[in-house]
């Protein structure tokens, strides 16, 4: 990643103002279309998928040149940002998620459409239902990138050379494909995506939020390819 747009990146990262929901999204540009998909010609609803996830220990951290209360995490010894319920939209993240597991699923044309639909009420070929054990991003806190960020444009031109870790997860679990008219589960299974590395070191930990929703893009990444090796029934 050239200079210029980590320094993009990072002032991106101040901006974010206090109160401002993170979205989960991810584009949608790089999806390819399933090939020999055994399901082009049925539609499936997606049912709203259940947060049956475990809270994550955290302590309050108050940083006065952002004027922000934000709240970390440990691990391993190191402190880290999370994504944090607290700054999704009604501090809830399954409506999120299960929107763009709707949205993915359209784009990569496995099914003829797919749409979002209340329980018990689906009038589609198949059902999708499943729960949100994990979705978890973190983003490694780094000293010297705070105290960049408060020296503005000279201090991301002074830390932009700094990076941190990273590493995000989504585990969706209890995932059942059914035939709706018959009521049979037809394919059943835990899906998990995973990435980690290292990259720019943002002072606020903003990125932790981007890692989150690029782990869920590969869980439902793994989804599909599940699905496409299921015979219709």
């Known amino acids: 990643m050239n200079t210029a747009k980590v320094i993009l990146l990072i002032l991106t990262g101040l901006l974010v103002l206090p109160g401002c929901s993170q979205p989960i999204t991810y584009s949608l540009d790089d999806i390819p279309k399933a090939v020999n998909s055994p399901f082009t010609s049925n539609t499936l609803g997606v049912e709203a998928f259940e947060d049956v996830r475990e809270n994550i220990p955290v302590k309050q951290a108050w940083y006065k040149s952002f004027y922000k209360e934000r709240r970390i995490t440990h691990r ?49 070929d198949y059902i999708l239902q499943g729960g949100i054990k994990t979705f978890e991003g973190y983003k490694e806190k780094s000293v010297a990138a705070q105290i960049g960020a408060q020296f503005g444009l000279i201090g991301a031109l002074a830390t932009s050379g700094v990076t941190s870790q990273y590493e995000a997860t989504t585990v969706l679990n209890n995932v059942k494909l059914i035939r709706r008219d018959s009521q049979e589960t037809i394919w059943q299974g835990v899906i ?10 943002d002072a606020q930990g903003f990125s932790a939020y981007t890692k ?17 090796e299921t015979t219709a029934e």
């Open 76 to 124: 391993g010894g190191k402190g880290w940002w999370f994504n944090d319920d607290q700054e999704y939209k009604n501090k809830c993240v399954a409506p999120g998620i299960t929107e763009m597991i709707v949205k993915h699923l359209n784009r990569s044309g496995l099914f003829h459409s797919v749409t979002l639909k209340e329980k018990a009420r689906s009038d589609t």
């Open 192 to 201: 998990e995506g995973k990435i980690e590395g290292e990259d720019y070191a």
């Open 212 to 228: 989150a929703n690029i782990s869920l893009k590969e869980a439902v990444n793994q989804l599909i390819d599940e699905l496409k």
